[in-house]
């Protein structure tokens, strides 16, 4: 069965760094999404992205975070300047159409910020 | 803003029981989806079952089946028939169907697990 893959699976980084998540979503599927889940907390939305453009953002998704679809198959998410509270789980999920249907999840990154 | 709720962080359930997760939360819109998602450890989140809000009848996925109360804003899981394979975290999780958003909105999770 198809699956999402995310890549690294941990990344360590400095603060200040600049860092890029990657996301293979199942190769069919046309939105895009990221979550994050602070350890103990809640899992978040990031964003969603669908037709190369980002349709819809939470108020945590701030200039320092952006998206891309650099080819036909990678979805990243880069964070441009790394902050102690970026250290998360992050998410990666994708759905052939939005609402009723279902959002296929990756295993995740967990993001340590030193 | 809406917020969803899993007051259990931790349950247990032995083996071939049945297990009730709780689930509520806030909304003030009339339509709108609902999904209980499964993390087993070091894997992915899968859905296990969803419910349309303005279905009144509750939705079944084999020995998984919820209790939906829209008045009450409650959506519960029953695992029936528990399984080792059963242990996981459990989460609850609201979408809008107004304005075309696409986010899932999550509880905390709560995790199960079934002992032999």
């Keep these: ?114 | 803003a809406q917020t969803v709720t899993q007051s259990q962080p931790e349950m247990s359930v032995q083996e071939a029981e049945t297990v009730t997760l709780s689930c509520t939360y806030d909304t003030s819109e009339n339509n709108y989806y609902l999904f209980w998602y499964k993390q087993p450890p070091s894997r992915q989140m899968i859905l296990v079952i969803r419910q349309e809000a303005y279905k009144q009848q509750n939705a079944t996925e084999n020995r998984f089946s919820v209790n939906f109360q829209k008045a009450a804003k409650s959506f519960s899981l029953k695992i029936s028939d528990s399984q080792l394979g059963d242990t996981a975290m459990y989460f609850c999780a609201f979408m809008s169907t107004q304005g075309g958003s696409e986010k899932l909105v999550f509880g905390k999770g709560t995790k199960l697990t079934v002992n032999p």
């Design chain 1, 1 to 114: 069965e198809p699956e999402v893959t995310q890549t690294p699976s941990h990344q360590v980084t400095q603060m200040g760094q600049e860092v890029i998540l990657r996301c293979v979503p199942i190769s069919n599927h046309l939105y895009f999404y990221w979550y994050r889940q602070i350890l103990g907390q809640k899992v978040e939305f990031l964003v969603s992205f669908y037709n190369n453009e980002i349709s819809e953002k939470s108020e945590i998704f701030d200039d320092q975070f952006s998206v891309e679809r650099p080819d036909g198959s990678n979805f990243t998410l880069k964070i441009r300047s790394t902050k102690l509270e970026d250290s998360a789980m992050y998410f990666c999920a994708s759905s052939a159409r939005v609402g009723w249907n279902e959002q296929y999840f990756g295993p995740g990154t967990r993001l340590t910020v030193t």
